[in-house]
Structures are given as structure tokens and as C-alpha cells.
């Protein structure tokens, strides 16, 4: 059996993202023991080490990944197509915005309000994607955790979820909500 070190004490506990003082109450043991044990000043009992893993452990079973709250398959449409098109994807199943996809990867995202945007007194229908997309998109990986997902649709409507250069997931406002209720 291998123990863990310290480092991967303070690693793991860094990925869920707990403090020392969170850590500590879920292991049952004092925060100043946790900040003794990872900066490698205290070798810990058996007892206590396997607590804190433990309750690292469980910790990380009950965080939620982008993979965990991710809508897939992912609809979406290509920059040639028009915006009519567009409209008549989104409008049935009520998305919002749709990812722009070229050779099965997203170099944008068109949303309802982008749509309504377009100042154009001719046949605004006609007109294709690219020319009312956003280029700016995020892109997470499926272990992304809430927290990371969480602060990028503060900054962005939707978050793409890419695993091994392929999207497989989109996640928005709604996605999140779901999920937390």
C-alpha cells in the first residue's frame, strides 16, 4: 500500500477545492493538523491519514463535473448555413444558442439575441452563420469542476465541453440549474 505524501494531500485537496478548515471538519481532525501535515512537519497516524483520504474521497465523489451536467449530443450548425436555418433548429426544441461547428469542431456560437441583432432590412433569413456568430467560445474538458463551469457562463452563454479534440457536450445557464436543484 502507498501512502500519499503530502504534496498529494495538498493536491487532491486543491482540486475539490476545500480549504484546510473544510477538509479538516469532514476528517473529523483540527485545521492546524491538515496544514501541519502538508507542509510536512507531522507524520500522521495511520488512523488519521486514512480520515483524511477518506474524506477526500467523498469529496470528490460528490463533486459534479462538465461530463456530469453536460447536454449531449450537441446540436449545432455549420457557418455556411443560414440564419433561417438556424431559427427553425432552434425554435422546436427551445435552445437558445446554438454552437457553430465546422469539421466537427466549434468555431463559434449564435445565439436568439444575435439573431435579433442583425440590422438588416433586407432578407435578414438569408443571410449565413458566420456572419452573426460570436467567435468567442469556451471550451472545457468533462472533468472541469461546477465551480470552473460555473465562472465561465458568468463570462459566456454557453461552455463547450471537448474531450480528445472532439465536442462532445454544451452546457448552459439552464444545464447548471438543473442540475444544482
Not at 54 to 80: K, Q
Not at 127 to 156: G, K
Request: hydrophobic content about 40%.
Amino acid at each position: 500500500m502507498e501512502l500519499p505524501t503530502p504534496e498529494d494531500l495538498r493536491e487532491r485537496r486543491h482540486e475539490l477545492d476545500l480549504t484546510q478548515s473544510e477538509l479538516a471538519e469532514m476528517a473529523s481532525v483540527s485545521q492546524p493538523l491538515i496544514a501541519r501535515i502538508e507542509g510536512g512537519d507531522v507524520d500522521p497516524r495511520l488512523s488519521t491519514l486514512r480520515r483524511i483520504v477518506t474524506a477526500l474521497n467523498e469529496a470528490g465523489a460528490s463533486v459534479r463535473r462538465a461530463g456530469d451536467i453536460m447536454h449531449s449530443p450537441v446540436v449545432g450548425i455549420a457557418p455556411d448555413d443560414s440564419v433561417k436555418a438556424a431559427t427553425k433548429q432552434m425554435t422546436p426544441e427551445g435552445y437558445s444558442q446554438l454552437p457553430v461547428i465546422r469539421d466537427g469542431y466549434p468555431v463559434g456560437i449564435v445565439s436568439n439575441s444575435d439573431i435579433r441583432q442583425i440590422d438588416d432590412d433586407s432578407e435578414p433569413g438569408a443571410l449565413p452563420i458566420a456572419e452573426v456568430m460570436r467567435e468567442s467560445i469556451t471550451t472545457v474538458t468533462p472533468d472541469a469542476t461546477l465551480s470552473e463551469v460555473d465562472t465561465h457562463l458568468n463570462h459566456h452563454d454557453a461552455i463547450i465541453v471537448i474531450e480528445n479534440g472532439k465536442m462532445i457536450g454544451i452546457i448552459t445557464e439552464a444545464d447548471v440549474a438543473a442540475h444544482i436543484s
